[in-house]
């Protein structure tokens, strides 16, 4: 079984599924990344993972254990970590108080997960009295990231991370993600940029209406004339 196995995924909001039947997995230490249309489902799909979607049927294991019926706090608990797209920092606390807001669960010592933060995210060490309000918008998503990994968890979500900052910003933080991946973390994650994301991915999977249209390494994926034609611009 897969370290991350969301299987027929069928879910939305109110009477309308968005979901028809999702499947996503994800090997430990793997980078998979969502991609497709807007309107596909692709963070609709990353908030069924994480709880936040009750589904009608389909069901979620971590690490071979039944999710399905847990809230996203329980979640967390089993070493889930979720960055939002948007409002995912708190815009009147410095950037050390919002690591160890990310901590707040956490009854050990998590000094050494800071500085493992600070180490992975040098400018933050350097603003770290600043508040996350006042920093540019690739600095803010390295605050949201590094709050996530103060959970220390199993596996990182992260959805849509590159939205807004340039393109130096977004490779930095797509190195980021690789560098996080090494350390045996396994990576989730919704991206609009779709070509530069299925570089870095060791499985890609392509949502078109909230179901799986093409599932392949990222690599294959771009290589796939449909692919390309349809989803990448030629």
């Known amino acids: 079984m897969s370290f991350l196995s969301a299987s027929q995924m069928t879910g939305g909001y109110g009477k309308a599924d968005i979901l028809h039947g999702c499947t996503l997995t994800v090997e430990k230490g793997q980078i998979a990344v969502i991609v497709g249309p807007n309107g596909a489902g692709k963070s609709t799909a990353m908030k ?16 071979g254990d039944d999710i399905t019926s847990l809230t996203p706090q329980d979640r967390v608990g089993r070493g889930m ?10 815009p009147t606390m410095s950037v ?11 009854r ?30 690739g600095q803010r998503q390295q605050v949201a990231v590094g709050r996530a990994l ?10 849509e991370p590159t939205a807004g900052v340039s393109p130096i910003v977004m490779d930095e933080l797509f ?8 350390t045996g973390i396994s990576i989730l994650m919704v991206e609009q940029n779709a070509r530069q994301a299925l570089e870095i991915a060791d499985v890609g999977y392509v949502l078109v209406q909230g179901a799986n249209a093409y599932t392949d390494t990222g690599p294959a ?3 796939d004339p449909e692919v390309r034609r349809t989803f ?3």
């Open 108 to 137: 050990d010592d998590f000094r050494d997960t800071i500085e493992q933060v600070y180490e992975l995210f040098p400018i933050l060490r350097e603003k770290r009295r600043q508040n996350a309000g006042e920093l540019s918008g």
């Open 221 to 223: 994926l771009l290589a």
């Open 81 to 90: 970590g979720f960055v939002p797209q948007v409002n995912n920092v708190f």
């Open 48 to 63: 069924a993972v994480f709880g936040m979607l009750p589904l009608r049927s389909g069901s979620v294991t971590l690490d």
């Open 232 to 234: 990448l611009g030629g």
């Open 150 to 159: 103060m959970t220390k968890p199993k596996l990182l979500m992260l959805d």
């Open 96 to 106: 050390e108080e919002n690591l160890e807001m990310g901590a707040f669960t956490r």
């Open 175 to 182: 190195d980021r993600i690789i560098d996080v991946a090494r």
